[in-house]
C-alpha cells in the first residue's frame, strides 16, 4: 500500500471533485438490436454494456418456478478492463457481482406476471475505474425498462466510502485502493429501502449512517440520470423527424 | 384525485401518474395512494382511469387475439409454435382441422417453419397457450413473407378504424393480415411486398410520434412514383 497519497488539496479530491459530487455519468438506451433491452452506461472511466433478454422460458427446465420468473444475472469483465490483464471467464469476484445484482434487481421487478420464465442480465464491463458493480446495476435497471419488463421502479445505484477519515460519495480508482472504506449501496428511491449494501473496510456506526445518508443522495442523483436517458430515447427521435 | 403527469406523455417505470382513487388497467402500480408507472410507456387518462401503453416489450397472450405464427415443433397430436410470447402456444389437431384428414403424419399437414394465422382460444392458469384455426380466414398462410415488429406497435399499423392497413392495402393491391402479436403477413408482387415491409418497419420506428398516417402516405407516394 503506498502511505504518501494526498487525498485532499484544498478541501478537493485527487480528480477535483467535492466530498459529494458524482463523477460524470452518460447513459444510451437501446444500443443492442438484437437483445430485447440494452444500455451502455460511461461512469467516470467506468464504460459498461449491458443486454437484457427475455422474458422466455427459463432453461433448464428445473430452475423454473410456477409462480413467477427467474432473474440470472451475470457479470462479465474484460481481459483488457483493468490495469493488469484479468484473466477471462468467470472467477469468484463475477460469480459474487453476478448474485448481488441479482439481489439488488430482483425486488424492483414484478416478476410474477411471467411464470416459468426467466429474465437474463448480462453486464459486459469493457473498461474499469473503481465502482463497476454500481454502474452495473445502475445499467441493468435502464435496460431492464428499455426491455419493457415491467417493474416497481428503477434502481439506482452509487457508492459511498470513507478517505482520510473523510466520508464521501463515488469513490474513484485511487481512493478505492488506498481509501479505509468502500460502501456500494442500491436504492429504491420510492420505497426508501436499500436492495444493496456490501461493505470493504471499516466505518464506525456514526460514519455508517453518515454514508447511508450520502449514499442515498447520490442514488437519487443517478435516478434522475436514468430516467432522463430513458425519456431522451425517444424524445430525441421526435426531433430528427421534424 | 389529481394527476402528476400530462396526457399522452412519456414514463418511465416508478414515475407518480396520479393520486386517489383511480379505475387502473394495466401498465400501472400502486403504491400507498399513488399510482405509478411499472413500464416506460405513454399516459392515457380516461375519465376516472387510467392506464400506460407501453413502448418495449414482448407480446402478452390474451384470449381473442388473432395471432400468426410458426411452427417450431410437431407432438404427437399437436404442434408448436412460436408467436413471440414468452411462451410457445399450442395448436391440437382437433383445433386445426376443417375437415377429417389422416392424422396419422402431422408433417403431411404442417411442416416446421409453417406460417399459421391461429386464434388464441384460450390462455390457461400456468401461462399454457390453446390456439384453434378451424374456421376461416384462419389456417396455414401461403406464399407471401411475415415481417415482424414489436406487438406494442400493431395499433399503430391498423391505424384509427383501420385507417392504416387500409392506406397499405389499397396503394400497393398487396394481401395484408396482421396479427396481434407483431407479425405482419403480406402477399402480392414482390417490389410491392418490399415496399410495404420498408413502410411496416418504418411505423415501428416512428410509432410514438403524432402525424404517422400521414407520413406514411408521402412515403408510399414517393415510393410508388420510382
Known sequence: MEKDIKFFTNGKRIDGRAIDELRNIKIEVGVFKRADGSSYIEWGGNKIYCAVYGPREAYPRFLQKSDRAILKCRYNMASFAVEERKRPGPSRRGVEIGKVTQGALEPALLLENFPKCMVEVNIEVIQADAGTRCAGITAASVALANAGIPMKELVPACAAGKVDDKIVLDLCKEEDNYGQADLPLALLPRRNEFSLLQMDGDLSEEQLEEALDLGRKGCLEVYEIQKEALKKKYVKEDVSNE | ?226
Not at chain 2, 399450442?90 to 411442416?111: G, M, W
Not at chain 2, 394465422?117 to 374456421?135: H, P, T
Open chain 2, 1 to 226: 384525485m389529481e394527476f402528476l403527469v400530462k396526457d399522452r406523455s412519456i414514463v418511465t417505470p416508478g414515475m407518480a401518474i396520479a393520486k386517489g382513487p383511480f379505475r387502473y388497467e394495466y401498465g400501472v402500480d400502486k403504491f400507498e395512494d399513488t399510482i405509478i408507472s411499472s413500464v416506460l410507456g405513454i399516459v392515457y387518462i380516461e375519465n376516472d382511469g387510467v392506464k400506460v401503453v407501453p413502448l418495449e416489450g414482448k407480446y402478452m397472450p390474451k384470449r381473442g387475439d388473432d395471432v400468426i405464427g410458426t411452427v417450431v415443433s410437431i407432438n404427437p397430436l399437436s404442434w408448436d409454435l412460436d408467436i413471440n410470447a414468452p411462451y410457445l402456444a399450442n395448436l391440437h389437431v382437433q383445433d386445426a382441422l376443417r375437415y377429417v384428414k389422416d392424422t396419422s403424419n402431422l408433417e403431411r399437414i404442417f411442416k416446421v417453419g409453417d406460417v399459421i394465422y391461429a386464434n388464441i382460444r384460450d390462455v390457461g392458469e400456468s401461462s399454457d397457450i390453446v390456439l384453434q384455426s378451424k374456421e376461416r380466414p384462419y389456417g396455414k398462410m401461403k406464399w407471401g413473407r411475415v415481417v415482424k415488429i414489436h406487438a406494442t406497435r400493431v395499433p399503430r399499423v391498423i391505424g384509427k378504424k383501420g385507417s392504416m392497413i387500409k392506406l397499405l392495402k389499397q396503394m400497393t393491391k398487396c394481401e395484408i393480415t396482421v396479427g396481434q402479436n407483431g407479425n405482419i403477413w403480406i402477399k402480392g408482387e414482390r417490389q410491392m411486398e418490399d415496399i410495404v415491409e420498408r413502410a411496416i418497419f418504418k411505423i415501428d420506428k416512428e410509432a410514438h410520434i403524432p402525424g404517422l398516417t400521414d407520413r406514411i402516405k408521402k412515403m408510399l407516394e414517393t415510393e410508388l412514383s420510382r
